[in-house]
């Protein structure tokens, strides 16, 4: 990890406390945090696996002049509600229920890692209705490469009887050797519940039932077609260093739609963009918004 030194523009953007509200969507209350007027274009933040909202709360707040902002936790995260199952199907589904639920104006999903998968499926069921979709660091692969590995340990999260203790077993996945350490410190403490017991992780590790080799091909094949299918802008951001998004990949999926959406590679980023490179995400993020605001979509979209 890098300094543990906080600098001012970290904590200038935490002082901007969010709002937190929930709706229920298919019988589990979602949590998920606001910020900015209700009357400006939304933007919706969603996390990867095992993350929660508050992973975009010191990135959020650079686009509250223009923007109303969400940070969303999926089912089964965060502060949201355990489900019996879960699929990316019903994650789109909690994504597109915020959106209705906020009456967002020409919303842009921003996803990264599996917020990104979710956000294709969310895309494609809200069609013209989604202004844009930014996936950040999920890779679709080509059809011909072989499938990853899967190695998921299926347990209860463990207890930990310090808070101490729980807060210095936090980690990465994947890991990266370049990760802020003052924000680590933040999504660590922000990651766990206290409970009878001691201390343990917020998210359901049953979640991670869904993810196995067995279902992995198929999940893709579904999310090559509805991403070649989007009505929406795409666009695609990449960390340069990112061990789990090739540039074969990138390659892949700019040709999938037609070589109409940019690919846009961030330097010294690894998966976990936000922890790493959090400035430079955002001056990607804020450009990539300015140019759709004016500039017109391809006619093919």
Known sequence: MKSNETPKWFLDALAQKPEIKTVKIKGSKISYNCWGEKNKPGLIFVHGGMAHADWWN???PYFLKTHRVIAMNLGGMGDSEWRKEYSTETWGLEIEGVCKKEKLK???IIGHSLGGMCGVYAASIMKKNLYGLVIVDTAILPPSDKPPKFDFKIRANKIYKSLKEIKSRFRLVPGQIDALGYIMEYIAEKSIKKNKGGWTWKFDPNYMKIFNSE??????????????????????????????????????????MDKKSPIINVPEAHH??????????????????????????????
């Open 106 to 108: 020409k919303p842009i």
């Open 58 to 60: 010191f990135i959020t």
């Open 272 to 301: 976990h963009i936000m922890v790493d490179q959090p400035m430079a995400l955002i001056s990607a993020l804020r450009s990539l918004i300015i140019d759709w605001d004016h500039s017109k979509p391809s006619k093919a979209l």
């Open 215 to 256: 279902s992995f091909l198929e999940r893709q094949a579904v999310y090559r077609n509805k991403l070649k299918g989007l009505k929406c802008r795409v666009a695609i951001l990449r960390g340069e260093k990112s061990v789990i998004f090739p540039g074969s990949s990138a390659k892949y999926m700019h040709e999938l």
